[in-house]
């Protein structure tokens, strides 16, 4: 058999040693499994008492994480990554000198991954409305040698200035929603926190590149509060959508087209397509979808 014209094999990555950090550059990589496998090699969780644990994430950061957070901390503990289409796309998307917010930090998974790419000469600002996470967040950002270049705001980002009511579910405090007086829970899973606006939070970036946006119900009041932001800079955005946690979906749609004419949504590959009113208001489809806002991007 004459094998002269055969295509020549794949050339395949080379592996990782032991022990070795996985790089920025495999991160952005186009192999999803390759990148899970690296960060779940190079897990370790040391506890260290008092319901907390030190664990290795994404094969680069330390984060302090909390054993009682089953819907996060759990899965990170033995993973080592979270959603990792959001995570590499964060990763191809974000480059050095870059300013950005990441909104709903929760124990800063998404924080230390922007504070890495953005570099010493970036800036980023990390919202978190739940206390004790919020200590958290402060220490793993502290631990990693982000803390010059990070802003933590212990507070909800809303449409203005005010008070609410943080609602923390037992062991899902990823999923903590700003609630009025009538809302579930009982009064001790309540915390009063400090409401502002992003554009308050921003106003003393000299420019704003990227958001991530991932409040639990809370997008529509922080997008209202984001216009001076969004007229001035048109930064792009990951934003969390779902018509049945807003209060007028097609309203908030109407005000995000205004601004963005082409709305996409990011997939499990990592990649965007455009989408259509229509398919986000679905009444059939209650799964929450990311929104990729890009000013430059064409209708």
């Given at each position: ?215 639990e119900g809370a997008e529509e ?31 908030l749609l109407a005000l995000l ?33 990311l929104l990729y806002l890009d ?5």
């Open positions: 058999m004459n094998n002269a014209h055969m295509p020549a094999p794949p050339l395949l990555p080379p592996p990782i040693a032991p022990g070795s950090i996985l790089s920025l550059d495999e991160l952005r990589g186009p192999d999803r499994y390759r990148t899970e496998c690296i960060s779940r090699a190079a897990t370790q969780a040391l506890y260290l008492g008092d319901h907390t644990v030190l664990s290795r994430i994404l094969g680069r950061y330390k984060a302090y994480l909390d054993t009682r957070d089953r819907g996060f901390a759990a899965h990170v503990m033995l993973d080592g990554y979270w959603e990792i289409w959001l995570t590499q796309f964060i990763a191809r998307l974000i480059a050095p000198g870059m300013h950005v917010a990441d909104v709903g930090a929760n124990f800063g998974y998404y924080s230390l991954l922007m504070a890495d790419l953005i570099g010493p000469s970036g800036r980023l600002l990390a919202v978190e409305p739940n206390p004790p996470v919020v200590e958290m967040l402060q220490r793993t950002l502290d631990l990693n040698g982000f803390t010059s270049r990070t802003t933590v705001v212990a507070a909800a980002a809303g449409s203005g200035e005010g008070e609410g009511r943080l609602l923390v579910p037992p062991g899902e405090p990823k999923n903590a929603t700003l609630v009025g007086g009538g809302a579930g829970g009982d009064e001790a899973s309540r915390v009063s926190v400090p409401i502002h606006s992003l554009d308050a939070l921003l106003a003393d970036f000299p420019r704003v590149d990227f958001l991530k946006i991932d409040a009041d922080i997008v209202l509060g984001l216009s001076e932001t969004i007229s001035r800079w048109r930064p792009r955005i990951i934003l969390e959508f779902n018509p049945g946690r807003c209060r007028h979906p097609g309203e087209r205004a601004s963005y004419p082409a709305l996409q949504c990011l997939g499990f590959d990592a990649l965007v397509t455009p989408v259509s009113d229509a398919d986000l208001l679905d009444p059939t489809n209650h799964e929450d979808r000013g430059a991007a064409s209708v």
